[in-house]
């Protein structure tokens, strides 16, 4: 079907022969045996989704609301994919399909929504997934920001795979992938377009080959993998801390930022534990595995700056840094650079809306 | 966590502090194994998903824009489970599981918000499934308009079930499953504050369980299943037409509609034909099995005012309609009321946008 309409209309949400437009400009590019059916939902056999004896399932699912829309290192189809992705990652699964929901504002121009749908297409080439089955749906004029996209996502974990917050333990060692903010600093360049060295971009990579690569070297001892998202690395290590019943300690002068990252951060404002990232997780391994690990993730092309950060504290050492199991808080504490020690708490305000 | 709030702010979203209380206001409605392990993904098994030998997977994702929030019969929560699980329930599926992405205006009462989470845990109990994963996300204020819900499924169709808009047949019995346009007329009233008589509430429901009925008794003569949303029954018979390479007869007088739907769609410029449906839907059947079908779809609660409204063609009947398998329009006819007969076209503007 030709295309004839150069900007998004009501009439692309009806139903109709308009909506079909919409459907074959996602076709062209995602179009698959699954999509092609173009059937209310995919149907899918355990052979598609390479199942085997004892395989269990991941299912998660994401919005991405990201301004602006596009940003160096990527933009918000790349970030729907790879964001999807690495939270199925996280469990140990392999991502396999991927459902896509978008929701356009009246007017959105179809030259954007051809370039998004491209970037979609590529980065699920990249991650090995497929889009299984997705909606569209046209809102008017100033009730949605351009374009809102959800992607749902379903990955196969292998028999023996065992990831959590919960399985955390004392001992473990904590590894960082990668410099922490960049995609955080990025978006935030981007958005107030700051007069700052533009040589910050996104981080925003599939990390599924980096899990299984710390999975296979780990021999069971990963316990915990968890990417750093809204929140940061705070976030991250209070709500596995919580899940988990431990307490962490970071290392500040361990922990990887660019120069670049941090001074951004110095002049913003921001704390550069609570920034974004979208290709960057933190792993707890067991002690006598972590180095095996951090050499397995090193090896990956997105953790190859990867670094040993901090390690889950022993009840033995909570009164040495003024924690107690009995206090909800502080979950973290981090040493500092100058030699101190704070607490590290989960973000409370909003500093950076919209960063994914 | 206590709530301290009582409108959603930009803070909501940043993955902090502020964001748990988003999560603990679904958590305390919707709370279950999968959704309280709070890990990046849910954790499902075969069993979880009530596999068997030879089972597959039903796959499917929709986005809920729907304005007015509350209308008479649903609102957009009670929508965000039926629509979900009807487009599972098309493929012969169970529904089991769903995700659950919000996108939130900030200003939004939290009271609306918790009016909602409650309408989601009702329809997800009466309809059987289970909320595992979800996200939420703050945008601006007029970056969105009150709450957007994304919601994914998963189904289970047990071996055997074949069900698609291919598979339909010439000689197929079309059967509708209940007076149509309900819902599109019950929003339209709602969102515009028209002064016609309210008796009219929206039909959004589950439709599991008469898929399942009529399944058992068509014996594999159940060929095709659709629901009727955007676009209506018009929209559904062409896009079956197409799929399946076949032509289309509907009888107008056979068509179920009430008087009030009637009488709205002539005083609305309405083709009652084109409006959306959240709990109906049309079936395919082979002509021997139709009576079984209809019997036992008119047994359920959901479809107990199910009709035959027409056939699919057989190729020598094409000329007598005026039809030809090399012209790709139109895909569907109507014999009217007055004897005449008239194309039946897939709607190709918008007269009631975010009908869900």
Redesign the interface.
Known sequence: MARVSKTV????????????ELVELFRAKLGNVYLN??????????DD?GMEEG???????????VAPLFFPGGDIGKLAINGTV???A??G?IPR?L?????IEEGFPFTDLERIAASIAEAARIAGVQI?????????H????GI?I?T????V?APGVEL???RAQPGDTLIVTGPLGEHAITIAIARDKLPMQADIKSDCAPLTQLVQAALAAGEGGLHTV??L????L??AVC?IAE?SGTRVLLNEPAVPVSAAVRGASDLLGFDFL?L?NEGRMVLFVAPDKAEGVLNAVRATAEGCESAIVGRVLGADEYTKYDLSPDRARPLAVMTTEVGGVRAV??????LL??I?
Chains 1, 2 share one sequence.
């Not at 299984?132 to 008017?140: E, I, N, P, Q």
């Not at 749902?152 to 990955?155: A, E, F, L, R, Y």
Request: hydrophobic content about 35%; overall charge negative; proline content about 4%.
């Open positions: 209309t009501l009439a692309h949400g009806s139903g109709g022969t308009k909506t079909r059916a173009l059937d209310d939902s995919a149907l899918l056999t355990p989704l395989s269990r399932f991941a299912f998660t699912t994401d919005s991405f609301t690495n939270d199925l996280c469990l699964a399909f459902s896509l929901g978008v929701i299984a089955c997705g909606d569209s749906k046209v809102v008017g100033g009730q949605a920001d809102f959800n749902s996502g379903i990955g974990i959590g917050a919960a968890r990417d998202t809204r929140g940061g705070a976030a709500e899940s609570e974004a708490e989960p973000p409370s305000g909003e809306p919209r994914c």
